[in-house]
């Protein structure tokens, strides 16, 4: 009876923890194979720990250029799909206007459309203009299906935001460039910030559409989808697992901030 009492009331705890056991289960299998030393050219079986792949990562050819190509892409995407789909955003909460609840509609089409769906279009489309394909028909490509991803973020957040605020820097005699940034931009960032990081980590992860519009160009995930139908080498897991430790200590010093602000405000 204790341990069921005990049980119950840390079910949500519980349930919670072992939930995020299972989603990070393949970054931890990820981490521990980036210190195996295979035999053959597949590693899918632990045989000895080893550092190697730790101490030369660009050891394979090839991998380290398209891992470049992936993050300068993804960079470059996040930019360009945060700068217009703010812009995108703020048009749709602000101002009223024809159409506006059609715009509002298919605005949400490349999150509901299959992937393939979008990639064999713009392959289409991209034919038909006479385009070569390479990093420029990737880089419209990332930032149209990331668009839709910063604007449902950002429009939340406007959605959100109290008028009376900027109100009451417009009667403080703010003129309209001082009021978007010393108010309304400051308000908006969170959202911005997450549109434009799920825009980065789609953009980076992307395959799909990718595949279909790169031409002979290699990007990461098209490199580690090559590596498997020949051998997967150890570096492979190394970059995964950097990439995962980046991301770990960006969210930590996030937490950590925002905690210390919110602390300053209490």
């Given amino acids: ?34 210190f195996n030393a295979p035999k053959g050219r597949f590693n899918y079986e632990w045989q000895r720990f080893s550092t190697d792949a730790w101490k030369d990562p660009c050891g394979v050819a090839g991998l380290c250029g398209s891992l470049s190509l992936s993050l300068q892409i993804a960079v470059w995407a996040t930019a360009g799909a945060t700068l217009l789909g703010t812009m995108i955003a703020f048009a749709l909460v602000r101002y009223r206007f024809r159409a506006r609840g059609a715009v509002n509609s298919l605005i949400f089409l ?21 385009a070569r394909l390479g990093f420029w028909t990737i880089l419209i ?9 910063v604007v449902t973020a950002v429009k939340a957040r406007v959605m959100s935001m109290d008028p009376r ?42 395959f799909i559409i990718t595949n279909f519009n790169a ?9 580690v989808w090559g590596s498997a139908q020949r051998g997967t080498p150890v570096q ?20 950590v901030i925002g905690n210390r602000r919110s602390k300053h405000k209490a």
Avoid at 13 to 33: D, Q
Avoid at 176 to 189: E, G, Y
Avoid at 245 to 252: N, Y
């Fill in 1 to 34: 009876m204790p341990l069921l009492t005990w049980l119950r009331r840390r079910l949500v705890v519980i349930a919670g923890l072992l939930t995020l056991a299972y989603l990070l289960l393949p970054n931890i299998v990820v981490t521990v194979f980036s």
């Fill in 110 to 130: 490349p999150m509901a459309m299959p992937e393939v769906v979008m990639a064999a279009s713009l392959l289409t489309l991209f034919l038909n203009l006479g």
């Fill in 141 to 149: 490509a990332h930032i149209m299906f990331c668009l839709s991803f």
């Fill in 165 to 206: 605020l900027e109100e009451a820097a417009r009667d403080l005699y703010a003129g309209p460039a001082q009021t978007f940034l010393r108010v309304t931009l400051p308000i908006a960032a969170p959202g911005i910030a997450a549109g434009a990081l799920l825009s980065f980590a789609l953009s980076f992860d992307d």
């Fill in 215 to 223: 031409g002979s160009t290699v990007t990461f995930p098209m490199f």
């Fill in 236 to 255: 492979i897991n190394v970059i995964g697992t950097a990439m995962f430790l980046v991301a770990v200590v960006f969210v930590l010093v996030s937490m």
